[in-house]
């Protein structure tokens, strides 16, 4: 998913190395930031910002939402619902290392949507952005997914935020019903899946309820 590094740096009409002059990066590492070649962290957003006139969380990349779901205003009316997006990528693949869960902005969900969907307050729930292909079909790369943060635990079958370490994942996980070990799987065939998982050895973020992707 690109980052708006360009369209700031073009409305001032500042070239690559005018731009890596007032921020004392390298040309080649604005260039890399630029064009997505390097992760663009919340220290590169905080160098880069003030140099582009712009707050850090516009360097981001804009997301198209569906209708039930808004760019938050600063002001919102009461039918909608602000869900903080954080910095955070959940891995489906092999793992991203999490640098920081920053809220970046928020965006707004529809009230009576949400209460259909869960029981969690807007205070247990979050939007995340999703890395890699492992999960594909069901999870593209760059996928935002909606994270009911109350479900710590395996209650049922379904898409899980897991996280070892420093690692962030997003698996499908099902229980077994006798024994209540785990299979951890990938929906993407060339991914291994993980049978007869302890679920006191896993870390649970929470789980997924609802994915918005590009189109």
Known sequence: MSNRIR?????????LEQLAERTRLSVGTVSKLESGKMK???DYM??????LRCAPAELLPLIDLPSHLRQAPSGV?????????RDVRAAAGAGAVVDNEVEIHRVAFRREWLRSVTAATPEQLTVIQVDG?????TLNDGDHVLVDT???SIGRDGLYVLRSGDEVQVKRVQIAPESGL???LSDNAAYRSHDGVDPRKISVRGRVIWVGRRV
């Open 77 to 85: 009316s009461d039918e909608f619902t602000l869900i903080p997006v």
């Open 150 to 152: 109350t479900q710590q």
């Open 46 to 51: 905080t160098q880069l910002s003030p140099a």
């Open 40 to 42: 663009l962290t919340q």
């Open 7 to 15: 369209h700031w740096r073009h409305r001032d009409g500042l070239t």
């Open 133 to 137: 292909d492992s999960m594909w079909p």
């Open 182 to 184: 785990l299979t951890i």
